[in-house]
């Protein structure tokens, strides 16, 4: 599967953001999907994830309750709610796409998208 993300940018801190990813290929409900992020000069870190029908959800500790993460099966879509930014959450967000659940890890996604900056500015 291919994956595009867009929607970053720059924002204040307190403030929303959502992210959208597009998938391609025909199989995109046989995918978990999920969200990485990685800070300069950090390591990519998990964010988030969606099993395969929507109903279940994963989150980051540091996110819960702020940002949450949907996906359409019918438009192949992934979106990632950012509410109340901090400017810890400043960072390359990533799309990915991967076959087992509850793996955090970026090495368990086999498909990557190629990255969208938010910045949030305190």
């Known amino acids: 599967v291919q994956l595009q993300a867009s929607g970053g940018g720059l924002v204040q801190a307190g403030g929303s953001l959502r992210l959208s990813c597009a998938a391609s290929?025909?199989?995109?409900?046989?995918?978990?999907m999920g969200w990485f992020r990685q800070a300069p000069g950090k390591e990519r870190k998990f964010v988030a994830a969606?099993?395969?029908?929507?109903?279940?959800?994963s989150y980051a500790d540091s996110v819960k309750g702020r940002f949450t993460i949907s996906r359409d099966n019918a438009k192949k879509m992934v979106y990632l709610q950012m509410n109340s930014l901090k400017s810890e959450d400043t960072a390359v967000y990533y799309c990915?796409?991967?076959?087992?659940?509850?793996?955090?890890?970026?090495?368990?996604?086999?498909?990557w998208g190629q990255g969208t900056q938010i910045t949030v500015s305190s």
């Open positions: 969606i099993s395969y029908s929507g109903g279940v959800t």
């Open positions: 290929g025909r199989t995109f409900s046989t995918y978990i």
């Open positions: 990915v796409a991967g076959s087992t659940w509850d793996v955090t890890t970026p090495a368990d996604f086999g498909s």
